[in-house]
Nanobody, 114 residues
Framework: QVQLVESGGGLVQPGGSLRLSCAAS????????MGWYRRAPGKQRELVAT???????TYADSVKGRCTISRDNAENMVYLQMNSLKPEDTAVYYC????????WGQGTQVTVSS
């Protein structure tokens, strides 16, 4: 069994920054692609970023240039650094591990508002 726990969300002003963290337990994730997804109110869940076991990354067009995904395999951690935040970034952000099936965390709320 795999458990994923997100943290680091909160309330920030437009233009501010947050660093989200995802801690994995139950299985080492050294060889798995990890990702961040988000669901805004009234919207479908969408991909934010992914990172492979060797560090190759992909980003949604909506966050390119503002977000950076990274991982620390020794600590079973994945991060999402978010800069220049906009109100439209407001959503619940979810950590994802891709294996033969998908594993999800409980989510962490990010609210961007003045």
């Amino acid at each position: 069994q795999v458990q994923l726990v997100e943290s680091g969300g909160g309330l920030v002003q437009p233009g501010g920054s947050l660093r989200l963290s995802c801690a994995a337990s139950g299985r080492r994730f050294n060889f798995y692609t990890m990702g961040w997804y988000r669901r805004a109110p009234g919207k479908q869940r969408e991909l934010v970023a992914t990172i492979t076991s060797y560090g190759s990354t992909t980003y949604a067009d909506s966050v390119k240039g503002r977000c950076t995904i990274s991982r620390d395999n020794a600590e079973n951690m994945v991060y999402l650094q978010m800069n220049s935040l906009k109100p439209e970034d407001t959503a619940v952000y979810y950590c994802n591990l891709k294996s033969t099936s998908d594993y999800w965390g409980q989510g962490t709320q990010v609210t961007v508002s003045s």
